[in-house]
């Protein structure tokens, strides 16, 4: 087989960068191409010096980053810009994967009143999947042109919470979710938040209940239970480089309990590699996924409150980020999923 | 005056520890006695090279502390333990100001269904006064002899919490809390869990629903709104050494607003020192209250849900323990209540 | 008597907040003034919410901070900006403080030598002061008009290396230095090298043998010795908010020992309230001397190589920057040394 | 090809649980058996979640291990433990490699020196062999029973210093070596020391000029240069999970500079896959080598010493631990050396 041609689109943030340490080592893709605004005429290794040897190559503009006609594109890019990037150069490439938001919504309404804009180039969405696998793996046809990769709260709130909802054992109404991301989340761009002596030793909530992320996981949830759901998000800034963890609260539903929840959860994830349900009695760690494309969830209750407490955690630069699209990648082009990875979570 | 002889028992913990530095620094006292179970026979300053010059008393036993006659006691110890010491030394200290958890209920049977037993002397609990002073300050009377120093989760939450319950701008139903706490929280001990490498760049939630503090901040929340209030409690290990943030989840009752609530808290807190209410649109961060007796309080609201979101950080070592009891010996002696805790805080 | 009236140039830096902080303190001072180029305008809250209520002053210009008249004027200024700033509004202030590097050198030629430019006003250099309090307070007079603060590293190592150069016990010849600073060292200004992700779980070398502190630290170990004295001093970067350490190497001469230089380090010391020696056998922890003026010595030999190994630590934002420049201004005017400057090290 | 069946002796420690980590991303090897005597009884997932569905095995005892009969076993012990272990399952194994001290010294005066007790079974030793797979792979033969797996500060030493001891462009004596190592390097079992709160935020040499690995870096180097060479070597402990970085003092010989010693690194390890030699004017950065098997040197002089400063940084347990292990099981099957090492550096 001739290996997948790949470029990155951004490839100098921290998303790029995790993806293109992904790419080098899956068997099955060539890293043809890597692109950056900030940093176009160095090579990689300029910018990041653990990468010579490995990955030499320079980085060249967008325009061109396209025109080398790779097989699969993934941009990793601020709002707004991907959707005329995709336009611009369609027919240069077969597969573009969107680590940013642009094709994210089902509905342009949404979208607008979130990002301040309507689509610019409506058919692209019409041939565009957002998929987190393990909700959506089959609506990635042979031919979809363009994955919408989920982004890193929603992920893990959508895969802490579907197999509940789904079930009907809580209350799709009232959900409370309470996330904290490590500092990769905010970006490789400087700023006085996350200057190392202000968020070292520090933590806040940011954001609190305005997050762009929130119709994200209200259109995933929405569709797992068929009708509208709301939700309470807050993030949160935590002093560790990779990682969320979500703290999820709903409303067990009249006859639910942890234990039937859990065999839920058992049931709706047995053939699901990146899915780990944790033991009752413990809890989901950030650690237990580090480095790694796995989500880990743990359940608990409340039982004088009649409440169901979820963690799910992952490591925001893999299975929310990087990981993710490779994993989608790997759906779309047929080849097993957990191919390119299986690291085993580096415990420390 | 008179400097008012101190002694600490347990004063080889964390807890212990920051209040041998606070009292150091007060103009009122004299610290006389300080005694460990682990490193009896040491000096402070074998344990902590930090205190050499400074506090270089012995470590003595307890019983040694109590006969040496100090007028106030603080103790640092595990559950069930202070009681029986406060019992068999009485006469032997004028206050005895108890960081742990023998005098923070009301409710004998509360005590008995989370810690186990019932009170072993309950004529002690007559003349003994549980006070986060913000709330309780008039509760403490010039013949107090034993105060039960708050919890540090129910410190941050209840102050968190009071001005809107009290003016029933948010329900007292449902209202959920999702606590993270420095690692000192955790105690001097060793264990796997808070072994560096494992904590280090790790989060998880602990004790989800079952935490031990619960039942306290219910007590406080209940006192205020005069009926029975039920909460869902969540602590997280924030690896970091200082510092709590709780972030608080209530439904706004009908007319209430994120105004109305702000303007709520403002009057409560417009004449309390070490109350900080953050302008609307800011966060509060365990940064800007570091090493301080300050409890700072951001107000948020997510309009589509209905829902009051408060975040509200003090330093665990400080406001949510030393530095709180620290603030009740001074209301039952007469000072300044500021006084000994006026240092800014540590911003970095 | 009348509080001394101070002001800070620069006082939105990590130095001049925490000189802003320590002078809150200090019961002979009343902090009349804070400047900012960047955040003129707005108030010293707005910048830092962590001083609301405690330091509300507006962030003025320079101009309008020294026309204000303070007796003291501090400044935390980038190199050549306050020699300037110092003649121009001469006569405005009793003392100036900088606790930059104009004022450090007696030698104008090693000066333009490491700063590329000759002193500006050389007449300035004439009535300054450069002062490490426990090796150069007597050349503070009581009309001394600019101090020269000493910077962080030197600080560190002057005072680790002086009883055994002095005594001649140690070689001056072959000195080794390898330092390691929190991050503050680096300011507040935003840098990838210190943007949190990339310097948190990492640590380097920088300015490996070109450091700009080689010859303030060259200088006051020369006028130790009475001769020339060349070291090789090499600065890290520590992923820790606070602290120096330095690690010293050198050769003892024919019949030193490691108990000789103790007992000289015990004699040169035993009246500094400042300086902590340690029992032989334990090392001197930057922890030890968390938010405190505090230098911390440990000695150690290597008898293998005949070679003492002295490890020194502060606080670089207090001993190394603000703590040293209230200990100077104590000097100043005649306060005891220690005022303002007791609190105990936070060692957690 | 058959798979190597392999074991692991000590699988619960750090350095085990890393080693356990590659062996399971090896091609050609299977973990057969892992044994612990803490957790003997349990799954590795018990004690380590993240391996849950990627190793289940259950923790079973040394003896039962050899018994099992693996190609490979690989011991993480303490000191004198594995020599016995190694006699007494003698013909049970195919290799040995010893990631603990026992086989690291040809000269049995210098361990008993050292370790306190001369060799229990001399025979073994003569079948032994120690190996930094860069200098002494050619020491590997087709039938080496066992291999004394290298300390992690001696790699990161030896490597940095090879190529200018080697062509004499330093002279070898008054080498000082400041070194720095990660948490991780401390074990897994519980100390004070490595207790978060007293670590985080924390710095301190520790073994000064006493650290047993002296004599292993000593006997490299004295190798190199063939004649007895003494070092100072003092060991830091940095609050960072992962990585040692050591900075080498040396001088110069005459007519060397600091460009011919960039050649002579240049030449020596043109075709060293895992030794990356830094640009002149960067400086090596444990981020760069995290959780992979490079070794990462850079190069710089301070020219007024006439000093030459070599950093040389690794990840302790991987290029310093099981990393290493594994390397030097490839050369002994005749594998790539790279194989099973492939990972890229994860840069955050």
């Known amino acids: 087989m001739n290996k997948l041609k790949c470029g990155v689109v951004g490839a100098t943030g921290y998303a790029g960068a995790e993806l293109v340490r ?67 150069h369609k027919g240069l490439y ?79 109404d009232g959900i409370v979710i309470d996330s904290k991301s490590g500092v990769t989340g905010a970006g490789r761009k400087l700023t006085q938040e996350t200057h190392y002596p202000d968020t070292n030793e520090s933590f806040n ?44 609260y709903a409303k067990f539903t009249e006859g639910a309990s942890l234990s039937s929840v859990y065999e839920a959860y058992k049931s709706a994830y047995k053939d699901e590699y990146f899915i780990r349900l944790e033991p009752l009695g413990t809890s989901a760690n950030i650690r237990n996924v580090r480095n790694s494309n796995f989500c880990s969830i743990s359940l608990h209750e409340d039982k004088h409150t009649g409440t169901l407490i979820i963690t799910s955690c992952i490591d925001n630069m893999v299975k929310g980020a990087a990981g993710q699209a490779v994993q989608n990648m790997n759906i779309r082009y047929g080849f097993d999923e957990k191919t390119g990875l299986t690291t085993v979570p580096a415990i420390f």
């Open 94 to 172: 077969s597969l573009l994967i969107d680590m940013g938001s642009d094709f994210r919504f089902d509905d342009e309404e949404i979208y607008e009143k979130w990002y301040g804009k309507p689509y610019a180039h409506k058919e692209l969405h019409l041939n565009s999947v957002y998929s987190i696998p393990e909700l959506h793996r089959d609506n990635i046809k042979a031919d979809t042109a363009i994955i919408g990769n989920p982004g890193c709260y929603p992920t893990s709130i959508a895969l802490g919470l579907m197999p509940a909802l789904k079930n009907a054992l809580i209350s799709s």
């Open 22 to 88: 992904l790419l080098l080592n899956h068997p099955f893709t060539e890293l043809a191409a890597v692109s950056s605004v900030s940093y176009e005429g160095q090579t990689y290794p300029d910018v990041f010096p653990a990468f010579a040897g490995v990955c030499d190559l320079p980085l060249i503009s967008s325009d061109e980053l396209f025109e080398s006609r790779c097989d699969v594109v993934f941009t990793a890019l601020p709002a707004g810009i991907t959707e005329e990037m995709a336009y611009k």
């Open 205 to 248: 909530a940011y954001k609190a209940g305005s997050h762009r992320h929130t119709p994200e996981i209200e259109q995933t949830l929405s569709q797992i239970v068929s009708k509208s759901v709301k939700v309470t998000f807050v993030p949160h800034l935590l002093p560790v480089n990779r990682g969320i963890l979500s703290t999820i």
